[in-house]
């Protein structure tokens, strides 16, 4: 296995050759890249693992900046810094993504398991407070008159108009009317509705 070289650079690779190592890799030479990735690898992967400090995926995020090297090859400019300097400011670039993606995720999750906790919690109390009105409705109901209860009965549940209601209870329309606002009003004030 070649080991690298101590200045990060492949054997016969000095770091200024890497200006001329870049230009060919642009144009495509597959070889240059080999040259450029053994100088290379070591610095970029060294880099990622201390912002991320998990050693797979500093390996993973190191292969993604050598793979942007090859492809964002003819953006480098030499007169904006080293090699170097470019490859180092990729990498750390990506570092820092992935721990930002990897934070964000984790803060979507927690955000979704606290959601449905609170959404679990909401609808029994929801559904408790729905059963008690229900009771205190049913219980309001028996106070009223027959006629009460029947009217308020057909409009509300059945939907009837007053009309309709009067057709069904075979009632004069204001005696309806009178029954439904009377046995409206008992309603309220049992249930303690404040107007």
Not at 113 to 118: G, I, L, N
Request: with cysteine; proline share 4%.
């Amino acid at each position: 296995m070649n080991e690298p070289h101590p200045s990060g650079a492949r054997p016969g690779t000095a770091p200024s050759d890497l200006g001329d190592v870049m230009q060919r890799v642009a144009r495509g030479d597959k070889e240059a890249f080999s040259a450029l990735y053994d100088a290379l690898a070591p610095m970029v992967f060294g880099l990622v693992v201390k912002v991320l400090r998990d050693r797979a995926q500093s390996e993973e995020v190191a292969q993604e900046v050598m793979i942007d090297l090859w492809r964002q090859a003819a953006r480098y400019r030499p007169g904006a810094g080293s090699v170097r300097t470019w490859a180092a400011t990729i990498a750390h670039r990506r570092a820092v993504d992935r721990v930002r993606s990897a934070q964000a995720s984790a803060d979507r999750e927690q955000a979704q398991a606290s959601r449905e906790h609170r959404t679990a919690y909401d609808e029994v109390a929801e559904q408790v407070e729905t059963r008690l009105e229900s009771e205190q409705v049913r219980r309001c109901l028996r106070g009223l008159t027959e006629l009460q209860r029947q009217a308020v009965t057909l409009a509300y549940y059945g939907g009837l108009t007053y009309r309709e209601v009067s057709e069904a209870l075979h009632a004069p329309l204001p005696t309806i009317k009178t029954r439904m606002r009377d046995g409206l009003i008992r309603l309220r004030d049992c249930m303690g509705v404040t107007t």
